[in-house]
C-alpha cells in the first residue's frame, strides 16, 4: 500500500514538473522580460549624460560621416544618393539594451555597437536611396520596458521621448533647414518617432514639408487618426503623402497576440494597451492598406543577413549583446521572391523564411520583429525613392520653413 502511495505521489510530482516546465516554455519570453528587468526602481537611478546633438558624434549616422547607413546592395545599380538627395530621413533605432539600468547611456558600448553595426546597415540604409540619413543615439529605454508594463518602465520611455524629441529639433534647426523630410523608426524606436508626429508635426508648419513617416515594428493605433492626428492619414498607395506606413512581421500560421513587440504606448494624454488597439498595416509588397494577399514574386528582394548575436533565454542569464561594426560593411545580394506577405487584423503575415538566420527573432515562434526591413528591403527602398518623388513633384519650396516648433 505505502509503495502504491509512494508511485502516485511520484507519478503526481512528475506531471506537475512536467506541466511547470511546459507552461514556463509558453511564457518564455514573458520569463526573461521579468528576469532581466532592472532590479531598483526609476527614482533611483543615477543621472545618465544627456546627448549634445550639435556634436556629430552624438549621430549614429550622418550624410558627411562615413558609416554603414551608407551601403547599398551588391549586385545591384543601387547607389548611395546622400550627396544629392532632396529629402532628409530622421530615423530612430531599436531596442538595443539590456543592461542593469533603466535607460541606457546613449554611448553605452554594447548597445551603441549594434545600432552602429547591423541597425546601421540593415535598416538605415535602405533610406540612402532617397535621403540623407540622419539617425541618433539617444537613452534608450530598457528592452524589459517596451515588453512589461510598469510606472518604471514608462519614466524609462519619458526619458527616451526627451531625447528624441532634442534630437529632432536640433536636426530641423541645424541640419534641414527647410527641406521636406521622412520619420522613421522600428520598434521602441517607431513609438518614440511616432510623438513627434503630433508634438513636432501636425498642427505646426513642418507639415507643409513632411512626405510621410515609416513607423515599423511597433502596433500604429488606427484610433490615432482622426483624433490627435487631424491631417496626418494612414498611406493608401505607394505614393500617398503625409501619411504612416507601419507593419510587424509574423509567420503564417503563428498567434502575433502571443509574442508582442511593444506592450503599450502614450498617445492622447493616456496609455494605451495595443492589445486593445487596432494597428495600422500596411503591405510593403504593394503599398495597400491592408487589401489581398501579396505574391512572393512581388517581392522585389529580401536581404537574408545574420545580426551576429543571439539572446532568447540567455538574458535571464546576464547576457549583454555585443557586436563588432566592423563585421558589417557589405549587404548581400538581394533575394527576389522571398516570403509573400498579407496585412490580417492588423499584423502582417509572411510565408515562413527559408534561412534560419531569418527566423531568429528573440520574441517566441514566428516573431520576425528583426527581419521587418530585410524581408522586404528592396520594396522599401524603391518606395522610399516613389514616394519621396511624389511629394517633390507637387511641392512648394518656402511655403513655409522654420519656425517649425511650438
Not at 105 to 129: L, R, T, Y
Not at 283 to 308: F, M, R, S, Y
Not at 309 to 333: E, H, Q, W
Request: proline share 6%; net charge neutral.
Amino acid at each position: 500500500m505505502i509503495k502504491q502511495i509512494i508511485r502516485v505521489a511520484i507519478g503526481v510530482l512528475a506531471v506537475a514538473v512536467i506541466a511547470a516546465l511546459g507552461y514556463g516554455w509558453f511564457k518564455r519570453d514573458q520569463l526573461t522580460t521579468y528576469w532581466m528587468s532592472p532590479k531598483y526602481h526609476f527614482a533611483d537611478q543615477q543621472p545618465i549624460r544627456s546627448p549634445v546633438y550639435l556634436i556629430h558624434d552624438e549621430w549614429a549616422a550622418r550624410p558627411d560621416e562615413k558609416d554603414n547607413a551608407d551601403l547599398v546592395p551588391a549586385g545591384t545599380d543601387a547607389k548611395d544618393n546622400q550627396t544629392l538627395a532632396k529629402v532628409d530621413v530622421f530615423f530612430v533605432p531599436p531596442t538595443t539594451y539590456y543592461g542593469t539600468d533603466w535607460n541606457a547611456d546613449a554611448k553605452d558600448p554594447n548597445p551603441k555597437s549594434i545600432w552602429d553595426g547591423p541597425v546601421a546597415a540593415f535598416e538605415a540604409s535602405v533610406f540612402n536611396g532617397c535621403c540623407r540619413v540622419f539617425m541618433p543615439y539617444y537613452r534608450q529605454a530598457h528592452a524589459a520596458s517596451i515588453k512589461r508594463s510598469s510606472g518604471d518602465g514608462r519614466n524609462a520611455w519619458d526619458l527616451a521621448t526627451v531625447d528624441v524629441v532634442r534630437a529632432f529639433d536640433s536636426f530641423l534647426k541645424e541640419e534641414n533647414k527647410g527641406r521636406p523630410f521622412i520619420i522613421a523608426g522600428d520598434e521602441q524606436g517607431a513609438v518614440l518617432a511616432s510623438h513627434l508626429l503630433d508634438l513636432r508635426v501636425e498642427g505646426n508648419p513642418a507639415i507643409e514639408r513632411f512626405v510621410g513617416a515609416y513607423l515599423i515594428g511597433a502596433g500604429f493605433p488606427t484610433s490615432r487618426f482622426g483624433t490627435n492626428l487631424k491631417v496626418i492619414k494612414a498611406c493608401e498607395s505607394a505614393t500617398d503623402t503625409k501619411c504612416v506606413v507601419s507593419w510587424e512581421t509574423y509567420v503564417e500560421g503563428t498567434n502575433p497576440r502571443n509574442s508582442s513587440n511593444v506592450l503599450e504606448v502614450f498617445y492622447d494624454r493616456r496609455w494605451t494597451q495595443l492589445s486593445e488597439a487596432g494597428r495600422n498595416c500596411i503591405n510593403p509588397l504593394t503599398w495597400v492598406n491592408n487589401g489581398p494577399k501579396a505574391d512572393a514574386a512581388l517581392n522585389k528582394g529580401a536581404l537574408v543577413t545574420d545580426w551576429g548575436y543571439s539572446l532568447g533565454i540567455n538574458l535571464a542569464m546576464g547576457a549583454r549583446p555585443k557586436v563588432d561594426p566592423k563585421n558589417f560593411t557589405s549587404l548581400p545580394k538581394p533575394t527576389p521572391g522571398y516570403v509573400s506577405a498579407e496585412c490580417r487584423d492588423g499584423f502582417l503575415m509572411v510565408s515562413a523564411p527559408k534561412d534560419a538566420a531569418m527566423r531568429e527573432g528573440f520574441r517566441g515562434a514566428g516573431n520576425l520583429h528583426l527581419e521587418n526591413f530585410t524581408l522586404f528591403y528592396m520594396n522599401l527602398r524603391q518606395n522610399l525613392i516613389d514616394r519621396s518623388e511624389a511629394f517633390l513633384a507637387t511641392w512648394k519650396p518656402g511655403v513655409p520653413t522654420l519656425g517649425d516648433m511650438r
